[in-house]
């Protein structure tokens, strides 16, 4: 439940909006939702739905609209690499080909481990600085720009060490 | 105030519309038919899909003069756009020239069409749209004939997604244009289905439970234009150029919304007719083009099925059995005949005026008394001071007061809340005053709430506050009379140029809402709020006919089982008192002669000595008056008898009034109106007649006083309406019915008015320390015998069960959907039942749905146990 969980940060984002436009608050409430899991399934979706006075409808359409939000559990770090058209001339497509074969999984896929996504998405306004791509998780965005497959690589290395240290963090508390 | 009017030319017609008006619909007034898909004359404009294409020219201005230029020969000077304009987004302006012909717009609506046509799978072939479809019209019209694109790089996607249990998406045909989102967040304010992802990908998602949960589903089908969405109950069924089509109405509440039932002959069926579907008709002033999925799904009691009786029955060595119409008939004849005084005719509004008419009549000559079934009272008020003609709800707005009051209107007719929303959403003051919350209070200017069983009391507590004789108010109800939002109301009511007040029976049984409905009617006499249009009093009933009742001298009984007692011979028509309440057992002791006449074996048909069969109304003519006293009629759009052959090709109107008339042998289900005429001619009575409707109502016109001057052919005039919708406009309003049989008649009102002042007695009441009061309410999906034959509601109508408090549920360890024992402290009876928590609920309150086997007739005493 959301709202046990995160019931103070969910009080003042409410309090930013007039009780009768609740429903502006849905954007924010979803983010709350994603970082909890990386994805949003259907139980927040009805529960803000719930908070907000609006329908679990709405708010499906909402996640669905916005290509950020998920609606299955995917990779743990999501790596999203432009593939628009200027990133594609300097090579990015290609980038993201190899990537994945190195990963042993397709574009849009999640590596066994459940730990990394691999997806290609539109520009991110880093055009100039192609192969480039953002890594998204329960802890926020970075960005990664004129990256190579070895870069890429070696940064995945560097998350999957992130999360086992996590988790053997985790497991002794 | 008239709108200013504005003048323009549309492919070169001259034309004059108020301002404001979009091009479109100022071309559809003389005839220029603008291609739309998103566009629908019921909603705002969105501009999505495109296809309304036209090329726009205004005058050109002369900045310094303000003065329009002129070209050399005098004529204005017009500047034309550089691309093509939506003419569903821009509205009229002085002078404007539309070319909707042109090369360049032809050229565009052929683009449009072939983008469209992409990913369209274009199966028209097994398309349930196929036939009425916009987008094959559109297509046959405008289309470029050959497609550009690879057919091979057509997207393909999931054909058969059940948006809920009733209404089913194919995703490949949706075309996008958002026609049904915006309906149901606009028009239904049920926003229960929504557009997920983008562009290409984009498709029509519910997230509600259950799926597509709302009662106004099956229009989103209507309007969609195309064959994304279609009904479960006629998805494959048949093809529309097979269908003849019946104008009816509808009988399941007292809206009286206008249909068209359409029939098939087919082999599966052994060469039958059968009634494939129900769709609405045109009615501007009843439904617009709506219906609510109860009128368009719940038909089937009115199909022929096994179930249905066919023959007379008669009671012989303890079992019933059947016997000729000869026979019943004689046997009816003899005993109404040698107990006279003692017949008790209980008949329900479900029945037609030409039915309740005859009943009446016959009753009357054999000096018995006639009994409404009903669980409401009021209609000797609505019949002098209710709706008078001319009232639409259309035309209230912003100079109109509109009081709902006891009733939750979406519940217990859908059509009227739809419509009392859109009066609201034009600038009418809405008054929502309720025991609890409703849908309507969503909409409402003052929601107000009255304690539970001080419905009558309330409006008095508004009364109060604007005349000079003030009744006593009782205790419980001065927290609300002293409220600033009930004085502030009060004097919108009481100002407003029109009020209108719609009256329920939630919560209440006939002595309350005769109280209420008497307390309404001083609401609207001191305000002078009746006897016009858009003024008067409404009475939300139970039943479709329940007004014409009431016009036509029919009265509940405050007492029901002591009459029913008390009587010698007991003739009961549409109407099964014993499955609403057992309690009524007790009448039936086997000493009084019973005759039950209904379409199927009912508990109370079980317990009768003759039972006559009777024709559905899909089976028949007739008319019904609807609540805001409109008569309308229907049509015969099935063989009445299934075993005869069919004795015309098509059972159209004209030629059914045959079918009706009486046979040299009588057999199969009969007419209601018919069979009393039977027996009024067996017991050697004038003036019935049996033949056909349209005598019995020319009869009735002559005898019933506020149906004089009526007559079949004034019911079955039309005029003119708008939006135009029908054949050739299905891309315009959607596969709605055009209105070609009949606009129905309001009824003049009776002479009553100022005279009807009456106080009515007050009691306080306060709910018990112990135990609870149960109050019965209505649900629209009910467990009536009316909707249980239609299977594809089952789901939605659920199982049997009660409404509890929080406090309630938690001193009897209950939660959400759990069982309890519900005993009924007077009658001594209990049953179990799921139970529903509602935290609004006060402590002491338990809300039980009528029709789910709880015999509850009003404000019932009860003690809750919970059951394992
Ligand atoms: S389902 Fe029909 S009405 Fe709804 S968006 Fe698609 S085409 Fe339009
Ligand atoms: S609103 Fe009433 S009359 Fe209209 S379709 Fe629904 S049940 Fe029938
Ligand atoms: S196109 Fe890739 S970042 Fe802009
Ligand atoms: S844009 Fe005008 S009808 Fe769709």
């Known amino acids: 439940m959301l709202a046990e969980k995160y019931a103070q940060e969910i009080q003042t984002i409410l309090a930013k909006y007039p009780p009768d436009q609740r429903r502006s608050a849905v954007m924010p409430l979803l983010y709350i939702a994603q970082r909890d899991k990386m994805y949003v399934n259907r139980e927040d979706m009805a529960e803000i739905a719930e908070i907000l006075g609006i329908t679990p409808t709405e708010v499906a359409s909402i996640v669905g609209f916005y290509s950020l939000y998920y609606e299955e559990q995917k990779g743990k770090y999501h790596i999203q690499v432009c593939t628009d058209l200027p990133c594609a001339l300097r090579g990015a497509e290609r980038f993201m080909q190899e990537l994945c074969s190195r990963l042993n999984i397709r574009p849009g896929e999640t590596t066994a481990d459940g730990l990394i996504t691999v997806e290609p998405v539109m520009c991110l306004a880093a055009c100039d600085k192609a192969p480039m791509f953002q890594v998204q998780s329960g802890a926020g965005l970075s960005y990664h720009e004129n990256q190579t497959v070895e870069s890429a690589l070696a940064l995945i290395e560097q998350l999957r060490s992130d999360a086992t240290r996590k988790r053997g963090r985790d497991s002794h508390v | ?868």
């Open chain 2, 1 to 868: 105030m008239m709108a200013k009017m504005v003048s323009l030319t549309i492919d070169g017609k001259p034309v004059e519309v108020p301002e404001g008006t979009l091009v479109v619909n100022a071309a559809k007034k003389v005839g220029v038919d603008i291609p739309v898909f998103c566009y629908h004359p019921k909603m705002e404009p969105v501009g999505m899909c495109r296809m309304c294409l036209v090329e726009i020219g205004r005058p050109v201005i002369d900045r310094a003069s303000g003065q329009p230029l002129r070209e050399e020969d005098g004529s204005l000077k017009i500047q034309f756009g550089p691309k093509l304009e939506t003419a569903c987004t821009t509205p009229v302006s002085e002078g404007m020239v539309v070319l909707g012909a042109t090369e360049k717009v032809k050229a565009g609506r052929e683009d449009i069409l072939e983008f469209l046509l992409t990913s369209h799978p274009l199966d028209c072939p097994i398309c349930d749209k196929g036939g009425e479809c916009p987008l094959q019209n559109l297509t046959m019209g405008f289309g470029p004939g050959e497609s550009r694109y690879l057919y091979d790089d057509k997207k393909h996607l999931a054909k058969h997604v059940p948006l809920g249990e009733l209404i089913y998406l194919d995703r490949e045909r949706c075309i996008q244009c958002g026609r049904c989102v915006r309906f149901q967040e606009l028009i239904a304010d049920d926003p229960v289905i929504a557009f997920s992802q983008r562009g290409r990908s984009l498709e029509i998602v519910s997230y509600s439970e259950p799926g597509f949960d709302s009662y106004w589903s099956g229009n989103t089908t209507d309007i969609c234009p195309v064959g994304a969405l279609t009904t479960a109950d006629f998805r494959f069924r048949a093809r529309p150029w097979e269908l003849k089509a019946a104008a009816s109405i509808c009988n399941h509440c007292p809206v009286g919304c206008n249909l068209t039932l359409n029939v098939r002959r087919e082999a599966v069926s052994g060469g039958k007719w059968v009634l494939k579907r129900v769709m609405p008709r045109q009615n501007e002033a009843v439904n617009e083009i709506w219906i609510c999925d109860k009128g368009r799904l719940g038909y089937h009691f009115g199909a022929q099925n096994a179930e249905r009786l066919e023959k007379p029955l008669v009671r012989k060595n303890g079992e019933l059995q059947p016997a000729t119409w000869q026979e019943a008939l004689e046997l009816v004849t003899e005993r109404f005949q040698s107990v006279g005084r003692g017949l008790i005719t209980l008949a329900s509004g479900r029945l037609s005026n030409e039915d309740l008419f005859n009943l009446g009549k016959l009753t009357r000559s054999l000096g018995g008394k006639s009994i409404l079934y009903s669980s409401m009272a009021g209609g000797d008020l609505t019949t002098q001071i209710g709706f008078a003609p001319g009232t639409n709800f259309a035309d209230m707005g912003k100079e109109s007061a509109i009081l709902v009051v006891g009733s939750d209107l979406e519940e217990e007719a859908p059509l009227w809340w739809l419509r009392v929303r859109q009066a609201a959403k034009r600038g009418a003051t809405l008054i929502v005053l309720n025991a609890r919350q409703t849908k309507l209070d969503r909409d409402a200017h003052y929601s107000l709430r009255f304690p539970f069983g001080t419905a009558a009391a309330a409006v008095l507590a508004l009364v109060n506050t604007l005349s000079p004789k003030r009744p006593e108010l009782p205790e419980s109800i001065q927290e609300l009379a002293r409220s600033s939002e009930l004085k502030a109301a009060a004097k919108a009511f009481a100002e407003a140029k029109d009020a209108a007040i719609l009256f329920g029976g939630d919560g209440m049984g006939l002595a309350e809402t005769q109280a209420l409905a008497q307390a309404c009617a001083n609401l609207l006499l001191i305000t002078d709020h009746f006897g016009r249009p858009n003024n008067g009093l409404l009475g939300v009933w139970p039943r479709a006919n329940d007004q014409g009742a009431w016009e036509l001298g029919w009265q509940p009984s405050m007492n029901l089982p002591a009459d029913l007692a008390q009587a010698q011979a007991l003739y009961i028509v549409a109407a099964d008192p014993v499955s609403d309440d057992p309690a009524y057992l007790n009448a039936f002791d086997g000493q009084k002669f019973v005759v039950v006449q209904d379409l199927y074996l009912s508990q109370t048909a079980r317990l009768a000595d003759v039972v006559f069969p009777a024709q559905a109304w899909t089976e028949r003519e007739g008319s019904y008056t609807s609540g805001e006293r409109r008569v309308q009629r229907y049509y015969p759009a099935l063989q009445p008898n299934a075993a005869l052959p069919p004795r015309v090709e098509s059972p159209g109107s004209r030629r059914a009034q045959v079918l009706t008339g009486l046979r040299a042998e009588l057999d199969g289900p009969q007419a209601d109106f018919a069979i009393p005429a039977f027996l009024a001619e067996k017991l050697g009575y004038e003036g019935f007649v049996h033949a056909s409707a349209s005598l019995v109502f020319a009869r009735l016109a002559a005898e019933a006083p506020s149906f004089g001057g009526l007559s079949y052919q004034k019911l079955a005039e039309v005029h003119e309406q708008w939006p135009i919708v029908g054949r050739s406009d299905l891309y315009y309003g959607g596969t709605t019915y055009e209105n070609t049989q009949g606009l129905g008649v309001q009824l003049p009102l009776a002479q009553g008015g100022a005279s009807l002042l009456s106080w009515p007695q007050v009691a306080d009441f306060k709910l018990p320390k112990l135990g609870g009061i149960a109050f019965p309410i209505t649900r629209l999906y009910d467990r009536g015998a009316t909707l249980m034959h239609s299977q594809l509601l089952h789901k939605r109508i659920g199982e049997p069960y009660i409404i509890l408090s929080k406090q309630e549920a938690s001193r009897l360890k209950i939660s959400q959907g759990g069982f309890v024992r519900i005993t009924f402290t007077d009658a001594e009876r209990s049953v179990v039942v799921q139970a529903k928590v509602d935290e609004g609920l006060p402590e002491r309150v338990v809300l039980a749905p009528r029709s789910f086997g709880l015999p509850i007739s009003g404000p019932t005493p009860v003690e809750l146990k919970p059951a394992g």
